[in-house]
Nanobody, 112 residues
Framework: QVQLVESGGDSVQAGGSLRLSCTAS???????VNWHRQPLGKPREFVAQ???????TYADSVQGRFTVSRDSAKNTIYLQMNNLKPEDTAIYYC???????WGQGTQVTVSS
């Protein structure tokens, strides 16, 4: 069964940091992986993408605070989130574009 499993979500205070992980099962092509998030009651939005190109892309709202990276040996994509703000509160999902595989999501809550 192909799947992505996110982990690392937690509740933190504003200014804090978290690192989310997205681990892919065998058979999931993780050449291009996006992180998305969905605040409660709002549409899902793009956060970051890591692809074959060495330069990831980021939403303007997280540029300079979030960093996406991969550990190919572990088949895992990471999202390092620094200087978190209350508006970063959301469920975070990873998405492998090849095969359109989504994870189940992990909750991030940032309090002021």
């Amino acid at each position: 069964q192909v799947q992505l499993v996110e982990s690392g979500g937690d509740s933190v205070q504003a200014g804090g940091s978290l690192r989310l992980s997205c681990t892919a099962s065998a058979g999931v092509n993780v050449n291009v992986v996006n992180w998305h998030r969905q605040p409660l009651g709002k549409p899902r939005e793009f956060v970051a993408q890591i692809a074959a190109s060495p330069i990831p892309t980021y939403a303007d709202s997280v540029q300079g605070r979030f960093t996406v990276s991969r550990d190919s040996a572990k088949n895992t994509i990471y999202l390092q989130m620094n200087n978190l703000k209350p508006e970063d509160t959301a469920i975070y999902y990873c998405h492998a574009m090849s095969g359109d595989v989504w994870g189940q999501g992990t909750q991030v809550t940032v309090s002021s």
